[in-house]
């Protein structure tokens, strides 16, 4: 019994201690860290957090030197962290969270350069590395940026980049710095009493309004801007001619008391101005206002006369040298003209168009005759392609040296005497080489006991291969036109007068080569309607009369979607023509037979293909984009001709375009160019 007792109170002090080491152990996870280190290895510090931490640290190489903190309170796991941090921050380093959990340390000054995340809001607000993306409504990124990078840390870990397009500020840093940064922004961006307010104008013209208006306040400058606010605005809609101002309240209320006391009637029925044109001709729209102007007089056909009682007279003139329109006329006249060369004069969409023009030819002939001749019986012979023996026997005869017989006359003691002389006459050979230079081919013969044969064999092969590429570019319904090629004089007539004295041909030139004329208009969307004009001609031969000129050509209108490739057309044929001259019954005569004829055998076979791709240009970024890639594609063209070497010329180097460079380089300065030589000097 006493066993039990006491067993039962040794219970009860074990549970006891248990419950009290348990509390213990509570306290200790809600506080379990008290940070002491003297004049201890950074490296050292940063290895026992990470081990208490549970956390895999990477440290830079340049991370060195020894701290010494100490802290009297214990703290938790995040107030740990956060300790850790802050002693990091306090000897100019710093650390990047990267997505897998793995923490590095690094140099304050290189961590902005890090993956540091991007966050929204204050999730953080310690001694962490972040970047925080602000969009600001009322105030320019422009203005703001410069204070902000003054109360940055831009030497360590801060940076301020404002991106005016959209209006954002990019802020990184510390999270606390961050997010102090972020509430100056949202105290500063704050729309004050900036109201808009319209004012219908009655005689005056809206536009011109706005653009005196715009001169005042350039030439007033930030002086007229109250209490350092946004200098006040104003835009013209010239649909209802009225002037919308934004501003403070004091900014606005001056604007539209000038423009009420500007806004008056004029003296006299006339108005005059002058317009300037960005991108149409002048020329080219007088005689559209002059229309408008008519049709709108014409409207008003009942009132032909104005409340003055004088006739609404309206002059349009242009002025090519300055690319200006001089517009007279009474101010509702005036605002219905402005408006119509408003939406005239536009930056007109280009197109560009590229062709390929592609033809392949195959030509075969064999031409094989035999022809026979004998001094009793005549001759056989062949003209289709072949030399004539008739023809070959004269020339061989005059080609032959003869023996002449000539008598020299002389006088002797009064009597005359004739003395026969014999002498060599040498051969003509001018028939002869006539006759060989036309030769084609095998030609051999023989001749024995006044028989003669003559055999001649011949094979041609013609194969080409034309690839032409010509593109160009112009304007929404402007023509272009292309050629490559050369000018071939034609004779069109010829004149001699009595006698045939002055005699003189005219001589037309014509063009010979790739033709391209192309009209593009775009159309709704992205389709470009092409009106083409497509020619391929080349010389074929001449003739008795001029020359023969091989012409291909196709004239169409078709609809195309914006780089899109269409084939025009194409012509594809094959010809074999056989030719047999031969003597009658003689020439039916199986394998004899071959001796008593010619035989003259030719195939032609071409393919040509036409194809047309448009491309529609829009605005000068792509026009630069496609001339960048056409001048670099023939750059590398002169650059691998250029690395092959000139042959029989090792020391001299090809020509060669330069890099292409979007930006205009600029001579240096005087200052730079003394700077630049004293740098040589040294």
Same mark, same amino acid.
């Given at each position: 019994?006493?066993?039990?007792?006491?067993?039962?109170?040794?219970?009860?002090?074990?549970?006891?201690?248990?419950?009290?080491?348990?509390?213990?152990?509570?306290?200790?996870?809600?506080?379990?860290?008290?940070?002491?280190?003297?004049?201890?290895?950074?490296?050292?510090?940063?290895?026992?957090?990470?081990?208490?931490?549970?956390?895999?640290?990477?440290?830079?190489?340049?991370?060195?030197?020894?701290?010494?903190?100490?802290?009297?309170?214990?703290?938790?796991?995040?107030?740990?962290?956060?300790?850790?941090?802050?002693?990091?921050?306090?000897?100019?380093?710093?650390?990047?969270?990267?997505?897998?959990?793995?923490?590095?340390?690094?140099?304050?000054?290189?961590?902005?350069?890090?993956?540091?995340?991007?966050?929204?809001?204050?999730?953080?607000?310690?001694?962490?590395?972040?970047?925080?993306?602000?969009?600001?409504?009322?105030?320019?990124?422009?203005?703001?940026?410069?204070?902000?990078?003054?109360?940055?840390?831009?030497?360590?870990?801060?940076?301020?980049?404002?991106? *005016?397009?959209? #209006?954002?500020? @990019?802020?990184? $840093?510390?999270?606390? %710095?961050?997010? =102090? +940064?972020?509430?100056? !922004? &949202? /105290?500063?961006?704050?729309?004050?009493?900036?109201?808009?307010?319209?004012?219908?104008?009655?005689?005056?013209?809206?536009?011109?309004?706005?653009?005196?208006?715009?001169?005042?306040?350039?030439?007033?400058?930030?002086?007229?801007?109250?209490?350092?606010?946004?200098?006040?605005?104003?835009?013209?809609? *010239?649909?209802? #001619?009225?002037? @919308?101002?934004? $501003?403070?309240?004091? %900014?606005?209320? =001056? +604007?539209?008391?000038? !423009? &009420? /006391?500007?806004?008056?009637?004029?003296?006299?029925?006339?108005?005059?101005?002058?317009?300037?044109?960005?991108?149409?001709?002048?020329?080219?729209?007088?005689?559209?206002?002059?229309?408008?102007?008519?049709?709108?007089?014409?409207?008003?056909?009942?009132?032909?006369?104005?409340?003055?009682?004088?006739?609404?007279?309206?002059?349009?003139?242009?002025?090519?040298?300055?690319?200006?329109?001089?517009?007279?006329?009474?101010?509702?006249?005036? /605002?219905?003209?402005?408006?119509?060369?408003?939406?005239?004069?536009?930056?007109?969409?280009?197109?560009?168009?590229?062709?390929?023009?592609?033809?392949?030819?195959?030509?075969?002939?064999?031409?094989?005759?035999?022809?026979?001749?004998?001094?009793?019986?005549?001759?056989?012979?062949?003209?289709?392609?072949?030399?004539?023996?008739?023809?070959?026997?004269?020339?061989?005869?005059?080609?032959?040296?003869?023996?002449?017989?000539?008598?020299?006359?002389?006088?002797?003691?009064?009597?005359?005497?004739?003395?026969?002389?014999?002498?060599?006459?040498?051969?003509?050979?001018?028939?002869?080489?006539?006759?060989?230079?036309?030769?084609?081919?095998?030609?051999?013969?023989?001749?024995?006991?006044?028989?003669?044969?003559?055999?001649?064999?011949?094979?041609?092969?013609?194969?080409?291969?034309?690839?032409?590429?010509?593109?160009?570019?112009?304007?929404?319904?402007?023509?272009?036109?292309?050629?490559?090629?050369?000018?071939?004089?034609?004779?069109?007539?010829?004149?001699?007068?009595?006698?045939?004295?002055?005699?003189?041909?005219?001589?037309?030139?014509?063009?010979?080569?790739?033709?391209?004329?192309?009209?593009?208009?775009?159309?709704?969307?992205?389709?470009?309607?092409?009106?083409?004009?497509?020619?391929?001609?080349?010389?074929?031969?001449?003739?008795?009369?001029?020359?023969?000129?091989?012409?291909?050509?196709?004239?169409?209108?078709?609809?195309?979607?914006?780089?899109?490739?269409?084939?025009?057309?194409?012509?594809?044929?094959?010809?074999?023509?056989?030719?047999?001259?031969?003597?009658?019954?003689?020439?039916?005569?199986?394998?004899?037979?071959?001796?008593?004829?010619?035989?003259?055998?030719?195939?032609?076979?071409?393919?040509?293909?036409?194809?047309?791709?448009?491309?529609?240009?829009?605005?000068?970024?792509?026009?630069?984009?496609?001339?960048?890639?056409?001048?670099?594609?023939?750059?590398?063209?002169?650059?691998?001709?250029?690395?092959?070497?000139?042959?029989?010329?090792?020391?001299?180097?090809?020509?060669?375009?330069?890099?292409?460079?979007?930006?205009?380089?600029?001579?240096?300065?005087?200052?730079?160019?003394?700077?630049?030589?004293?740098?040589?000097?040294?």
């Amino acid at each position: 019994m006493m066993f039990n007792r006491r067993t039962r109170g040794i219970n009860k002090v074990v549970i006891a201690i248990s419950a009290a080491f348990l509390a213990m152990s509570t306290m200790l996870a809600a506080a379990d860290y008290s940070p002491n280190f003297k004049n201890t290895e950074i490296s050292e510090f940063i290895n026992i957090v990470g081990k208490n931490l549970q956390k895999t640290i990477i440290v830079d190489p340049n991370v060195r030197g020894k701290i010494t903190v100490r802290s009297y309170d214990l703290l938790t796991e995040e107030q740990y962290y956060q300790f850790f941090l802050n002693v990091l921050q306090v000897y100019d380093f710093a650390v990047v969270e990267m997505p897998s959990g793995i923490i590095k340390v690094v140099r304050a000054k290189d961590a902005k350069t890090s993956n540091i995340p991007v966050v929204e809001g204050e999730a953080f607000n310690g001694d962490e590395i972040i970047t925080r993306v602000v969009p600001l409504y009322n105030v320019p990124v422009r203005e703001l940026a410069p204070i902000l990078r003054q109360l940055s840390d831009s030497a360590g870990a801060g940076s301020v980049v404002g991106h *005016d397009a959209s #209006n954002v500020m @990019m802020l990184t $840093g510390r999270a606390a %710095a961050v997010n =102090r +940064l972020v509430e100056i !922004i &949202e /105290r500063v961006d704050r729309a004050g009493d900036e109201e808009v307010e319209i004012v219908k104008l009655k005689f005056a013209s809206a536009s011109e309004m706005v653009r005196i208006i715009d001169s005042i306040n350039k030439s007033q400058g930030a002086a007229g801007n109250a209490g350092g606010k946004s200098a006040p605005r104003v835009v013209a809609d *010239d649909r209802t #001619n009225s002037i @919308m101002v934004s $501003g403070d309240t004091k %900014a606005r209320a =001056r +604007l539209i008391n000038l !423009i &009420e /006391r500007m806004d008056q009637e004029l003296e006299t029925s006339g108005n005059t101005r002058v317009i300037f044109l960005n991108y149409s001709k002048a020329a080219d729209l007088v005689k559209v206002l002059q229309g408008v102007s008519a049709s709108i007089q014409a409207e008003e056909q009942g009132a032909a006369k104005s409340k003055s009682g004088k006739n609404r007279e309206v002059s349009i003139d242009s002025h090519e040298d300055s690319n200006a329109l001089v517009i007279t006329a009474e101010p509702d006249m005036m /605002r219905s003209l402005e408006t119509v060369i408003r939406q005239l004069d536009i930056r007109r969409a280009q197109v560009q168009v590229e062709a390929i023009i592609v033809e392949i030819f195959e030509g075969d002939g064999t031409t094989l005759g035999v022809q026979l001749g004998s001094e009793k019986y005549g001759v056989q012979q062949f003209t289709n392609g072949v030399v004539g023996i008739g023809s070959l026997a004269v020339g061989v005869n005059q080609a032959r040296d003869r023996t002449i017989v000539d008598t020299i006359t002389t006088t002797s003691n009064g009597d005359t005497v004739v003395v026969p002389t014999e002498k060599t006459q040498l051969g003509d050979f001018t028939s002869l080489a006539s006759l060989l230079g036309g030769v084609n081919g095998l030609l051999t013969g023989v001749v024995k006991g006044g028989w003669a044969a003559v055999v001649q064999a011949v094979s041609t092969d013609t194969n080409s291969n034309v690839l032409a590429t010509p593109h160009l570019t112009t304007l929404d319904n402007e023509e272009a036109f292309f050629i490559v090629g050369q000018e071939v004089p034609i004779i069109t007539g010829s004149t001699t007068g009595s006698g045939n004295s002055n005699p003189f041909q005219s001589v037309d030139r014509k063009e010979v080569g790739i033709k391209l004329k192309v009209t593009p208009q775009i159309n709704e969307g992205d389709a470009v309607q092409l009106t083409i004009e497509q020619e391929v001609s080349s010389l074929s031969g001449a003739t008795s009369v001029d020359v023969l000129i091989n012409k291909r050509e196709i004239k169409t209108t078709v609809i195309v979607d914006d780089g899109g490739t269409i084939v025009l057309g194409g012509l594809i044929d094959e010809d074999v023509q056989e030719s047999v001259s031969k003597v009658p019954l003689l020439g039916d005569i199986p394998f004899i037979g071959n001796l008593f004829k010619s035989t003259t055998t030719s195939k032609r076979k071409r393919n040509l293909m036409v194809f047309i791709r448009p491309t529609i240009v829009r605005d000068g970024f792509t026009m630069n984009e496609i001339s960048k890639r056409k001048y670099n594609y023939i750059r590398a063209e002169q650059l691998k001709r250029q690395s092959e070497g000139i042959p029989l010329m090792p020391f001299q180097e090809g020509p060669a375009l330069p890099e292409w460079d979007d930006t205009l380089v600029l001579p240096p300065s005087f200052e730079e160019y003394i700077e630049t030589k004293g740098e040589d000097k040294d």
